[in-house]
């Protein structure tokens, strides 16, 4: 009986299964990137959410929302009894993160090293806290791990106030600068350009208290609490992280951690695509996480915002310099636009 013959796969039928099986890995790639970054997306609207709670549970408490950041000057200079604080420190009891709250003396200054001033253990004590990671201030679609972006900061080159910090990637809108209004709104007639999360204290710039539900006159559905820019030091131009002279000498003064008192401090003034010049430009969204320039999220096509009812939004990175600014005043009479 003659044996029968075995065949085997030729070469070409090898590179041709090799073909497809490469054809069906690129084609389910992109779905599995989306299916990754969708569900990112949705823990970072958790996040926001876990966030917009807070802060209507501390208006509940304390009748009013935090500040944005607050600086007490009660001599109106640097001394005993200064004080400067910012909203990411007063929410952590809300958003359960009383153990690390109460490590935290809110008689010292948030981000200071200034030990003839202070006591130098309480000092160190406060400097470690804001050295903590809290993942409700994380966007899962921040590049890179977020204890590796823990970074140090100089507040102020002129102040002996250093640093470091933990980031957050999300900061308060305080409200629409003259540049980017000028093109925002035109010749239209706008009431105020503040936002809802402001500046508080005594300082020789006068004194000033935090808004409550209130004073917010354009409703709460029509008016931005907090918006994504992405932490950390790095400055990003697009998707880029820019490393020399200028971007390194901004990232020592971009807010970027949930400590910092600056990331309390974001007056939206736009930007030119490509550049983090202080130019205004009509760029508000993922031009550049640069303080005051733009928002800034890592999701693609725009970036999550937390509206004062407590929801959150997605707004695209091409929304009319109209609406946002719209959106971000608290008291502007604008029409409404969300």
């Known amino acids: 009986m003659a044996g029968r013959s075995r065949r085997g796969f030729t070469l070409v039928e090898l590179l041709v299964v090799i073909a497809i099986i490469g054809i069906l890995v690129a084609l389910l790639l992109p779905a599995i990137q989306a299916a990754r970054e969708a569900a990112r997306r949705t823990q970072c609207t958790n996040n926001m ?61 948030t981000l200071n090293e200034m030990v003839a ?21 994380i966007c899962p679609s921040a590049p890179g ?7 140090s900061g100089d507040f102020n080159p002129d102040l002996p106030v250093t640093f470091r910090a933990a980031p957050s990637d999300y900061c308060v809108a305080s409200g629409v600068r003259s540049t980017y209004a000028n093109l925002a709104y035109a010749s239209y007639p706008v009431s105020s350009r503040d936002g809802a999360l402001q500046y508080a204290g005594r300082s020789p710039y006068g004194t000033a208290r935090a808004s409550t539900m209130a004073a917010i006159l354009d409703g709460t559905s029509n008016t931005i609490l907090l918006g994504e820019r992405l932490g950390g030091d790095k400055i990003y131009v697009g998707r880029q992280m820019r490393t020399a002279t200028p971007y390194d000498l901004l990232g020592k003064a971009n807010g970027g951690g949930w400590g910092d008192l600056l990331n309390g401090e974001h007056w939206l003034e736009g930007s030119v695509q490509g550049e983090t ?30 509206l004062a009812d407590a929801s959150v939004t997605f707004f695209s990175d091409s929304i009319a310099p109209f609406q946002l600014a719209s959106l971000i005043t608290r008291a502007g009479g604008e029409p409404s636009s969300n």
């Open 117 to 137: 001033l202070f006591p130098a253990a309480t000092v160190a004590a406060n400097m470690e806290v804001i050295q903590t990671v809290v993942p409700t201030y």
């Open 277 to 306: 010049a202080p130019a205004a430009g009509p760029c508000a969204i993922n031009c550049t996480n640069r303080r005051g320039a733009n928002f800034f999220g890592m999701h693609p096509g725009g970036a999550m915002f937390l």
């Open 145 to 151: 791990d977020a204890e590796k972006r823990v970074y």
């Open 49 to 109: 959410k876990q966030l917009g709670v807070g802060l209507h549970n501390y208006h509940d408490t304390h009748k009013s929302f935090p500040f944005g950041w607050m600086v007490d000057l009660p001599t109106g200079n640097l001394g005993p009894g200064m004080n400067a604080q910012v909203w990411g420190v007063l929410l952590l009891p809300f958003i359960e993160q009383q153990p690390l709250f109460d490590r935290y003396d809110m008689r010292v200054p």
